[in-house]
C-alpha cells in the first residue's frame, strides 16, 4: 500500500514538473484568480458602491475601475518584491555555493578535512549540490577521481541517477551533464537510459557523458549509432565524436554540408569564415554557423 502510493506520489510529482503540467497549473491559477477577482469586484459593488450610486451601470463602472487600480498597484508592489527577493536570494545562493566550492578545492588540495565538506553538505545539500557542479566545470584528471570518491558526493550521484528520468527537462539535462562530467562508471546505466530521453538536449548531454566514460564498454557501438540520430543531437556532440563513421549523404547539398561540418568536429568559426569567402558554405550558413559555435565554444578552431 506504502508503495503504491509513493508510486502515485512520484508520478503526479514528475506531471507537475513537465511542461504540459506547468502549463495545467498555470491554467488553474488564472482561473482561481479570476474568479476570486470577480468574487471580490461584485461584493464590493453590493456592500459599498451600490449604496452610494442607486444605478447599476454606474455602481459597477465604480467596482471595476476600484477593482483595476487594486490589481495594477497590488502586481507593481509585489513585482518590486519578488524582483527584491530574487537578487537576495540568487547573490546568497551564489556565495554559498562560491563558499562551498572553495571548500572543496581546499579539500583536494588537503587543506580542509572530509568531515568538514561532508557536514556542510548536510546542512545545505542544494548548496553542496550547486558546489559540486561547479567544481566539476574546474577539476579534471586525478582531482575529479578524488571528488567523487567522497562519501557525500557519492550519495549526490545517487540522487542525479534517481532524477535522471523525472523532473523538467532543463532539470534532466543537467543532471545527465553533472553525471557526465563526474565520470563515474556507476553511473553509466543511468546515461544510457538518458538515451531514451525525448529531449534532444538530453541525449546529446548523454553521449557526451557515455562518449567520457573509458570503462564504457559500448562506445563504438554509440559512435555508429549517431549519423541516424536527429541532426541537432549529431551537432551537439561533434567535438567529442571526431571519429565518425561517414553516413550517407544527405540530397540536399545545404544540410549534407552541415553534416560533413558536424562530422569534422565542426571545425570552428575561422574555418567557416574561410568557406564563406570561397563560396563553399553552402545555402545553410545559419546551421553551419551554429554547428561551429558549438564546437568553438566547446575548444574548436
Request: glycine share 8%.
Amino acid at each position: 500500500m506504502l508503495r503504491r502510493l509513493q508510486t502515485k506520489w512520484r508520478i503526479a510529482r514528475d506531471f507537475t514538473r513537465s511542461e504540459r503540467g506547468a502549463a495545467l497549473i498555470a491554467l488553474a491559477k488564472s482561473g482561481a484568480l479570476l474568479a476570486a477577482l470577480s468574487e471580490m469586484g461584485w461584493l464590493l459593488d453590493v456592500y459599498y458602491f451600490a449604496r452610494r450610486f442607486p444605478q447599476l451601470p454606474i455602481s459597477l463602472a465604480w467596482s471595476m475601475l476600484t477593482m483595476i487600480f487594486l490589481i495594477a498597484t497590488t502586481q507593481l508592489t509585489g513585482s518590486v518584491a519578488v524582483k527584491l527577493w530574487g537578487v537576495r536570494r540568487a547573490r546568497r545562493n551564489t556565495a554559498a555555493a562560491q563558499r562551498m566550492t572553495d571548500l572543496l578545492c581546499a579539500y583536494l588540495a588537503d587543506e580542509a578535512r572530509g568531515s568538514d565538506v561532508a557536514a556542510a553538505a548536510n546542512d545545505s545539500p542544494s548548496d553542496f549540490e550547486a558546489g559540486v557542479a561547479d567544481a566539476l566545470l574546474r577539476l579534471r584528471g586525478s582531482a575529479v577521481r578524488k571528488l567523487r570518491e567522497m562519501p557525500p558526493v557519492q550519495a549526490l550521484r545517487d540522487r542525479w541517477i534517481a532524477r535522471v528520468r523525472s523532473g523538467g527537462e532543463e532539470e534532466r539535462r543537467r543532471t545527465v551533464e553533472n553525471l557526465g562530467m563526474l565520470r563515474d562508471p556507476a553511473g553509466i546505466p543511468a546515461l544510457e537510459a538518458a538515451l531514451e530521453d525525448p529531449a534532444a538536449q538530453g541525449v546529446a548531454a548523454a553521449v557526451r557523458g557515455l562518449l567520457k566514460m573509458p570503462s564504457h564498454g559500448g562506445r563504438a557501438e554509440l559512435i555508429r549509432s549517431l549519423p541516424g540520430r536527429a541532426y541537432l543531437i549529431r551537432v551537439l556532440t561533434a567535438s567529442e565524436a571526431r571519429h565518425l563513421p561517414a553516413p550517407v549523404e544527405s540530397r540536399d547539398p545545404a544540410r549534407a554540408h552541415c553534416d560533413q561540418l558536424a562530422r569534422r568536429g565542426a571545425i570552428g568559426i575561422h574555418r567557416l569564415r574561410s568557406l564563406a569567402a570561397h563560396g563553399k558554405a553552402g545555402d545553410a550558413p545559419a546551421e553551419a554557423l551554429s554547428a561551429s559555435l558549438v564546437a568553438a565554444a566547446r575548444g574548436g578552431h
